[in-house]
């Protein structure tokens, strides 16, 4: 008799190959996820190992983001298994194979309704971005997303897109891929808290043009109790590109004190990100700022005040 639920699983090679190309995914990128070496994901998908590791199986499909049974093989007969070749219904197993039919189709319908009370993305995961109103050409700006989630999960994939030209320079955590030439980072996060926090830090182009208005697009995937789950990361406002400093959130070309201390609780949180503090509390001390578009940086200005008159 065999075992209810084998150790190992056979694999087709073919099929994974082709998920992984279809989704732009690198070798490197699915070993990084199921925790192999690149080699072992090649002999995969060439059909060198007859089987493999159900566990390592099971991240394999979450790598590639489907459901474990799109990349098995079918098994074929045991060779000591019989055959019975196809023979044409009797009257009795017809009426058996009708009565049979007619369950199915309940089932199915029951199902169905089942499968419709299942909440949707929106409801199992949430996402926000929170985007400053302004920043200068080829000045730093961070982004922070917030993902929320209703249930424990095993694992969230995080996508985010960015607009070509721009660069990505860290991020916290730091991201699991990043594809700066087509404007893309992905994270892979074990074991997520209920409300997980990521920021990241954008470079903008020296030669983008004021004014211009910037579109930041991603998305967060799980696959709760073997179901994927996706939703869209919606961001809050539109990135501005003007002489402005992104912490100046009403471009008024000072950081006031509520501002600074704004920024003082993004740097306790995000440790591991660079935001150029000690510049920030100069501007805000001289109580204005300029951008220098010559050399793009921001500096520290103060305002010529008018002499006193007796």
């Known amino acids: 008799m065999k075992p209810f639920s084998s150790p190992s699983v056979s694999v087709n090679g073919e099929a994974i190959r082709r998920i992984r190309e279809e989704g732009r995914l690198t070798q490197l990128y ?6 192999v070496t690149t080699d072992t994901v090649s002999r995969w998908e060439n059909n060198r190992y007859p089987t493999i590791r159900r566990e390592n199986a099971l991240r394999l499909a979450e790598a590639l983001e489907v459901d474990l049974a799109q990349i098995l093989k079918l098994e074929d007969p045991a060779p000591g298994d019989i055959v019975l070749p196809d023979l044409p219904p ?17 089932l199915i319908g029951t199902y169905g309704a089942f499968l419709r009370k299942v909440p949707v993305a929106e409801d199992l995961l949430s996402g926000q971005r929170y985007v400053p109103n302004f920043t200068a050409p080829g000045s730093r700006v961070p982004i922070r997303l917030e993902i929320i989630s209703k249930k424990k ?8 897109e960015f607009p070509a030209g721009w660069n990505l320079l860290e991020a916290d955590p730091p991201p699991s891929s990043v594809d700066n030439l087509n404007g893309s980072v992905r994270w892979i996060i074990r074991n997520p808290l209920l409300h997980k926090r990521i920021t990241y830090i954008l470079q903008a182009p020296v030669d983008i043009p004021l004014e211009s208005e910037i ?40 950081i006031d004190d509520l501002e ?19 510049l920030m509390e100069k501007m805000w001390d001289a109580g204005h700022y300029r951008y220098d578009e010559k050399e793009r940086i921001f500096l520290p200005h103060k305002l010529d005040l008018p002499s006193a008159h007796k």
Not at 30 to 35: N, P, R, Y
Not at 244 to 249: Q, R, Y
């Open 30 to 35: 699915v070993a990084k996820v199921v925790g």
């Open 260 to 278: 600074i201390l704004e920024v003082s609780d993004m740097v306790d949180a995000s440790e591991n990100i660079h935001y150029n503090w000690e």
């Open 90 to 106: 009797t009257r009795a197993q017809g009426g058996r194979y009708l009565f049979g039919g007619l369950i199915l189709l309940v």
């Open 215 to 254: 579109n930041l697009a991603g998305e967060v995937v799980a696959n709760p109790d073997g179901r994927r789950f996706s939703t869209r990361i919606p961001s809050i406002k539109k990135l501005k590109i003007a002489q402005l400093h992104w912490a100046d959130t009403n471009g008024n070309s000072k």
């Open 153 to 160: 999960l095993k694992g969230l994939i995080v996508r985010e």
